[in-house]
């Protein structure tokens, strides 16, 4: 049941809506990420088996100002793909601001409720292919509850793509939320706590460990509401790997993928040969728990997941299946990749190069969408041994990093 917790935190998202976004910024970007690119959704949801014309439906439970939302349908439309969107929320003003991005788009009609996740099912809201749940379970008071009210109106065979915060890469968050409760307890207005923040932001010391955080920004960049989420918040609590595959064990869940799978393994970060058989005899939660407390640098958890024993074989590169890229800018990494036969990679501030095969550069600037590998291969002037060996290479090299997928069968 609400309890005066609850109260607050709907309070805060009326005053500040999160994240803060304007809907005239989107004539200008698309907001794009982990969860819930079209891309990412049709790889390790559907496991690149799912035909592109079937049409699915999506929940955004706790929905907010509507980034995975507006993404995944601005990402649909551009390739004509038949979609379904509700938006589920509490927040009316969250609403009126994904309301208006979607008109500002000229978006495909989109349902909006305003319930919490816990209504859940609900008539209407009964069944969905795939369910994007962002930033919402570390803030109720019972997230096995909220995770088991999801996974009721998940179709079989379907998805989740959720995020969690994760505690190491929060370093001087708590301590920061705690010494703000001394100094603006939640009995005083949100507007002067607000200024309270600010004013400690401005004085914190080099030595603080927020201030030394390069994984958070939201009190840096996110304006008053990004302030008010990550310092002032009424509930909010973090997951450790091993917590969060708990969480999702309890609701019957398992992870496909940890977004980017790269990142969570160890050897990426202890590159000691003499340690490579110790980490390779750990199974492989224990080699996400260590890569995490190893790297110490994630400040959330991003996660495919699906029922335990549901989720579909992993995709695999084939003759006639179609490689897609993963990012912003496709050809400017293939230009980037055909001069330096490598990739710079950062993540969280660790920064490390993923060495590249010779025929790299040839072979992504060929990667549309639409050529399948077969057609890439027969594109290219050298014997087709060397292009499997290679091609085969750059996948094992991108693939992990959710830079190369594969898209579903037309």
């Given at each position: 049941?609400p ?10 998202y009326?005053?500040?809506p ?5 809907p ?9 990420g ?5 891309r ?7 496991g ?12 955004f439970?706790g929905?907010?100002t ?7 349908a ?13 938006w589920?929320d ?11 991005r ?5 978006l495909p009609?989109?349902t ?10 609900m ?23 909220g ?10 065979g ?21 010494a ?17 923040a600010?004013?400690v ?5 080099p ?65 000691d ?6 980490i ?19 400040p ?12 579909p074989p ?25 001069t ?22 040839a ?13 890439i ?10 292009f ?10 991108l ?12």
């Open positions: 049941m309890d005066a917790t609850d109260a607050r935190i709907l309070a805060q009326e005053a500040f999160y994240p803060e976004r304007d005239r910024d989107e004539a200008k970007r698309l907001i794009q982990s969860p819930s690119d079209l990412e959704i049709d790889h390790w949801v559907f690149a088996a799912r035909a592109a014309s079937l049409p699915f439906r999506a929940l439970a929905g907010g509507g980034d995975g939302m507006i993404m995944l601005a990402q649909a439309a551009a390739a004509g793909r038949p979609l379904e969107i509700t589920l509490r927040s009316p003003a969250s609403e009126a601001i994904a309301r208006a979607a008109a500002a788009r000229g009609a989109i909006f409720v305003r319930a919490s996740i816990l209504d859940l099912p008539p209407g809201l009964e069944t969905f292919d795939y369910i994007d749940c962002v930033g919402v379970l570390h803030h109720l008071p019972d997230p096995a509850a995770l088991a009210a999801l996974v009721s109106v998940l179709a079989p379907g998805g989740l793509g959720l995020m969690v915060y994760a505690p190491l890469g929060r370093s001087g968050v708590y301590p920061m939320q705690d703000l409760r001394l100094l603006a307890p939640e009995t005083e207005p949100p507007r002067d706590r607000l200024d309270v600010r004013r932001l401005r004085g914190m010391p030595t603080n460990l927020l201030a030394r955080n390069e994984s958070v920004t939201d009190h840096t960049l996110g304006g008053d509401a990004g302030i008010f989420d990550l310092l002032l918040h009424s509930r909010d609590r973090a997951y450790t790997v091993p917590e969060f595959a708990a969480l999702l064990a309890g609701a019957g869940l398992a992870v496909t993928a940890w977004v980017e799978p790269r990142r969570y393994d160890p050897a990426l970060y202890l590159n040969p003499k340690l490579r058989p110790r390779e005899a750990l199974d492989p939660l224990a080699r996400a728990a260590l890569a995490e407390l190893v790297a110490g640098n994630m959330v958890h991003i996660v495919y997941a699906h029922r335990a024993g549901e989720a992993p995709p695999q590169p084939a003759p006639g299946r179609v490689p897609v890229l993963r990012h912003p800018d496709p050809q400017g990494v293939a230009r980037t990749v055909a330096d036969r490598q990739l710079g990679v950062t993540m969280d501030g660790f920064r490390f190069v993923v060495p590249l095969p010779p025929l790299a550069g072979i992504l600037q060929r990667v549309d969408g639409r050529r399948t590998i077969e057609e291969a027969a594109g290219l002037p050298v014997p087709r041994a060397r499997d060996a290679e091609f085969a290479q750059l996948w094992a090299a693939m992990p990093l959710n830079r190369l997928l594969l898209a579903p069968p037309s």
